[in-house]
């Protein structure tokens, strides 16, 4: 009987900071996208320009798509409610932008090293959203909350 009490402790003890790990792999998560996002609301023009159809035609949808993303996910992703799905629509926005601002194999020379390390960032990035996309919020969420009620 002890040997069983034991592991019921030892596997509570494990879920609770695996719960604590979650919840700040999200916190952390976050800054990123806001930072983005926001940089992006007050540079609007300047973002739509960067993106294929520029400031006048497509950029603009591609600019505001990419702001609610970045804002709308990021918030799902700190409130840890909708984290697995936030966490997936984050994992295939990283992947494209990676893929469109950081092609370290077609920089210039003084570029590669910068945009391998961008790169690789993003691709650490990814790893760490398709965590939060296998285990979802966890315990300390608003998801989990509303749950228990």
Known sequence: ?????????TTTTAA???????????VLFVPLFYYSGIG???????????LPGGAEGLGNLLAAGAIAIELGCGTALLLGIWARQAAAVLIGFTIVATLMFHPF????ETQVTLQTVQFLK?????????????FGAGPYSLQAALARR
Do not use: C, H, Y
């Open 16 to 26: 609770q900071a695996n719960g604590v790990i979650l919840l700040f792999a999200r």
């Open 122 to 134: 993003n691709v650490g990035l990814v790893g760490g959203l398709a965590l939060v996309a296998a």
């Open 40 to 50: 992006k609301v007050l540079a609007f023009g300047v973002t739509a320009s960067r």
């Open 105 to 108: 194999w077609a920089s210039p």
């Open 1 to 9: 009987m002890a040997i069983s009490a034991e592991f019921d402790k």
